[in-house]
């Protein structure tokens, strides 16, 4: 089944403490994203990319870190995660940046920094 | 960059069409025109997406204005499962900073 799966689906951690949320795509896709959702402000991309080893800033990218070693992963990661890090965290893939392509959304990170 | 605006909520009754519109007015003529919409609690979903013409699926279908300034989300008979935040955003070359907006949230009453 073609999916976008993220891990893990809940995180609570504290202030400072290194995390990495996990994005993998089984459908060979060259573009990844991720995306926070806060209430009221919508889906913001916090990063992208369109293929290996090349990623670029999304409209909020501060705080946060990514790497495309491969394909079909695309991790998200929080040197020193902040309170206002918590939010909703969700991944996304297309074929290509293709502008016909549709995108394939993961089920959501819910992260909680403390 | 091309945006989009969307009302921010919209109320229909069960088994009846629901039109959502969208406003687009910068948009370009490479433009593709994408609807997603997020059930609660999910990830966002594709529902549709086009070009000039209008489309269909078993979705929904997408009625694109001559001029392309703006379109309009059309489910034929809404059900309760329906009741989602829906997204139109514009995909064209150069904009991979897909920003989604706040959608409409569409409320389906029984």
């Known amino acids: 089944e073609a999916q976008v799966t993220q891990n893990p689906r809940y995180l609570i951690t504290v202030t400072g403490k290194k995390l990495t949320v996990t994005c993998s795509q089984n459908?060979?896709?060259?573009?990844m994203s991720w995306y926070r959702q806060d209430p009221g402000l919508g889906l913001r991309q916090i990063y992208y990319?369109?293929?290996?080893?090349?990623?670029d800033k999304g409209d909020v990218p501060e705080g946060y870190k990514v790497s495309r070693k491969e394909k079909r992963n695309f991790p998200l990661i929080l040197e020193s995660p902040s309170p206002n890090q918590t939010s909703l965290y969700f991944c996304?893939?297309?074929?290509?940046?293709?502008?016909?392509?549709?995108?394939?959304f993961g089920s959501g990170t819910q992260l909680s920094v403390l | 960059d091309a945006k989009t605006t969307q009302p921010n909520s919209m109320e229909s009754n069960e088994e009846e069409p629901v039109h959502l519109p969208c406003n687009h007015s910068?948009?370009?003529?490479?433009?593709?025109i994408h609807w997603y919409r997020q059930l609660p609690s999910q990830g966002p979903e594709y529902v549709i997406h086009?070009?000039?013409s209008n489309v269909n699926n078993r979705m929904a279908s997408l009625a694109i204005a001559e001029d392309r300034k703006s379109s309009t989300l059309i489910l034929h008979r809404a059900t309760l499962r329906d009741a989602a935040v829906y997204y139109c955003?514009?995909?064209?070359?150069?904009?991979?900073?897909?920003?989604f907006g706040t959608g409409t949230r569409l409320t389906i009453i029984p």
């Open positions: 996304a893939s297309s074929l290509f940046r293709a502008t016909n392509e549709k995108l394939f």
């Open positions: 459908m060979n896709h060259e573009y």
């Open positions: 990319s369109m293929n290996v080893e090349v990623t």
């Open positions: 910068t948009i370009s003529g490479t433009d593709y």
């Open positions: 086009g070009l000039t």
């Open positions: 955003i514009l995909r064209y070359f150069g904009n991979e900073k897909l920003t």
